[in-house]
Nanobody
């Protein structure tokens, strides 16, 4: 499975962006689809991950109420809708899906180590 993330850019604080993640060469693993982000000098952070098979969800505390994941199954694409963006949301955003099911807690669902297929990342910059 190849993942292609897009939709990043420069946005002012309080603005919105919608990132896309299109899969090719196979289907995303319905057991888990995740969005992650990384800033220079820091490890990759789980932002929002969903298991569509059992309904488990994980949202990083910093994005609760602002970020939502949408899915277009017919187009094999998922989206990260980001509203009320803040400067601290500035990062490279990645989508990912695992090769096998991710078990355990909601927190475990969004551990980067659980994921195998990664998109190339798209830069999001929130600045006035």
């Amino acid at each position: 499975v190849q993942l292609q993330a897009s939709g990043g850019g420069l946005v002012e604080p309080g603005g919105s962006l919608r990132l896309s993640c299109a899969a090719s060469g196979g289907h995303m693993n319905s057991d888990a689809i995740g969005w992650f982000r990384q800033t220079p000098g820091k490890g990759r952070e789980g932002v929002l991950c969903i298991n569509t098979s059992d309904g488990r969800q994980y949202y990083a505390d910093s994005v609760k109420g602002r970020f939502t994941m949408l899915r277009d199954t017919a187009k094999n694409t998922v989206f990260l809708q980001m509203n009320n963006l803040k400067p601290e949301d500035t990062a490279i955003y990645y989508c990912a899906t695992p090769r096998i099911a991710v078990s355990g807690t909601n927190y475990n669902l969004c551990r980067p180590e659980e994921y195998y297929y990664w998109g190339q990342g798209t830069q999001v910059t929130v600045s006035s």
